[in-house]
């Protein structure tokens, strides 16, 4: 099993930052990548980064150039450096582990998510 544990929400204004923190803890070995997703209110949940077990990331067209996604393979903890941040991002982010098995396949895992407020 693996247990994700996300930090770092909050409240902030436009144009100001916020880094996300995600701990990972358990059976994280065989990772095949690790991700950011957020949900805002209504909506479906959708991707924001992933960085892989090899460290390609990838990002939503909405966050490129303002977000950068991090992993601390070290000490299990994936980040999310977020700047000039918009209305728009405002959600709850939740941090999804991906783990390859030899016989289920890759299992998805999700932390319980962090609220992410933007607001003049």
């Known amino acids: 099993q693996v247990q994700l544990v996300e930090s770092g929400g909050g409240l902030v204004q436009p144009g100001e930052s916020l880094r996300l923190s995600c701990a990972a803890s358990g059976s994280t070995n065989n990772i095949n990548y690790m991700g950011w997703y957020r949900q805002a209110t209504s909506k479906q949940r959708d991707l924001v980064a992933t960085?892989?077990?090899?460290?390609?990331?990838n990002y939503a067209d909405s966050v490129k150039g303002r977000f950068t996604i991090s992993r601390d393979n070290a000490n299990n903890t994936l980040y999310l450096q977020m700047n000039s941040l918009k209305l728009e991002d405002t959600a709850v982010y939740y941090c999804?582990?991906?783990?390859?098995?030899?016989?289920?396949?890759?299992?998805?895992?999700w932390g319980q998510g962090t609220q992410v407020t933007v607001s003049s």
């Open positions: 960085i892989s077990s090899g460290g390609s990331v």
């Open positions: 999804k582990l991906v783990r390859r098995t030899a016989y289920l396949g890759l299992i998805d895992y």
